[in-house]
């Protein structure tokens, strides 16, 4: 009798250790939440505090099936991000945007007779510190004045306004001015016009860029 009074205190203590880590194994939840929009934290508290008294394997179940249905609402919210390949560009556009690119080839070749051809009688080109007419350009590029070595376009971009196109460039321009080399950041704006179907360049501007 009295070894089994001396073990009764060790069973009592044990058997309450065994309820005590059962209702904490109940009380605990782990809230496992991904979310794309930085507030995780607040989302899994709000899960937490609604599966309290819920029997574990319905709160695994319900704490699943909420993570997978925010899941779905995120990527339904989210859009894929835009690539060059998704922006549309018209026929025309992509005309201009050639001419543009030839134009620079021809400048450099000093191809006079295509730069004829392309450029409207009434065009007018803006260097720095100088305006020429249509044949004083082609003047000073058959000429060697002025020698169009090679122009590494960094950026462009066009606009189609009625039968006016503008193109804006970022240039790195490498040339020889009166013999000397010269090497330049311009912002370049050129201006087409379109006559009877085919597109003439009105207006070629240079603007130097500063702190490049």
């Not at 779905?72 to 989210?78: G, I, P, R, S, T």
């Not at 021809?106 to 065009?123: C, G, V």
Request: charged share 20%; aromatic share 6%.
């Amino acid at each position: 009798m009295l070894a089994v009074l001396a073990t009764l205190p060790a069973s009592s203590s044990a058997a309450k250790e065994d309820r005590r880590e059962n209702r904490r194994r109940e009380s605990d939840i782990l809230v496992a939440y991904f979310s794309r929009s930085g507030n995780t934290r607040v989302v899994a508290g709000l899960i937490q505090r609604a599966l309290e008294g819920i029997p574990m394997r319905w709160k695994l179940v319900a704490l699943c099936l909420s993570v997978l249905a925010s899941g779905a609402d995120v990527n339904a919210q989210v859009p894929a991000p835009a690539t060059a390949q998704q922006v549309p560009q018209t026929q025309d556009e992509k005309d201009v945007l050639e001419l543009s690119r030839q134009k620079w080839l021809w400048m450099a070749e000093r191809n006079t007779n295509a730069l004829d051809k392309l450029m409207d009688p009434q065009a007018i080109f803006v260097h720095m510190g100088a305006t020429f007419s249509k044949s004083e350009e082609l003047g000073v590029i058959e000429s060697g004045r002025i020698q169009y070595k090679q122009a590494d376009v960094h950026e462009v971009s066009v606009r189609i306004i009625g039968d006016t196109a503008i193109v804006l460039s970022k240039i790195q321009l490498f040339a020889l001015v009166g013999g000397n080399e010269a090497r330049n950041p311009f912002s370049v704006t050129e201006t087409y016009v379109k006559q009877a179907g085919a597109w003439k360049l009105g207006a070629l501007a240079f603007t130097r860029l500063i702190n490049q």
